[in-house]
């Protein structure tokens, strides 16, 4: 696939959430969790039809529960999902979820093979972890 090897700023992997509060859920990754709006596209209802934010050179997409579509329909009885983010300072960025009524599951921690980490619940129960672990996609 073009743009999406070693090097590119595309990243090739994409978590992709639906919330039944899309705009709570945007407020609390980029208030709470750092993130950083690219871009919202929002239904004449006001429903998130489509939703991107980024955090360093990865990328999350989401939008409302309800709103229609195979994937919506797909998502339907999915639970809550697991989402991995790279940050740098992990002791900082706790510090601003803290500050920001995140709900912390697991606080900083040095872990065995090399990572410090901690972990977090979003307001509809998906985890997130935030760490300095960094795997190499191949190839």
């Not at 990328?59 to 740098?88: E, N």
């Not at 300072?89 to 980490?117: F, N």
Request: charged fraction near 25%.
């Amino acid at each position: 696939m073009a743009g999406t090897g070693r090097g590119s700023s595309r990243p090739g992997v994409v978590p992709t959430l639906l919330y039944a509060d899309a705009k709570a859920a945007i407020r609390q990754l980029t208030e709470g969790l750092g993130f950083t709006e690219v871009a919202v596209y929002e239904g004449e209802d006001g429903t998130v039809e489509h939703a991107e934010l980024a955090q360093g050179n990865g990328v999350v997409m989401l939008g409302s529960k309800g709103r229609g579509g195979v994937f919506d329909a797909a998502m339907k009885d999915a639970g809550p999902a697991g989402v991995y983010v790279v940050v740098d300072d992990v002791d900082a960025h706790h510090r601003r979820a803290v500050e920001q009524g995140v709900e912390v599951l697991m606080p900083p921690t040095d872990q065995d093979y090399g990572s410090r980490d901690y972990m977090v619940r979003d307001l509809e129960a998906n985890v997130w972890s935030f760490g300095t672990y960094a795997p190499e996609a191949g190839a």
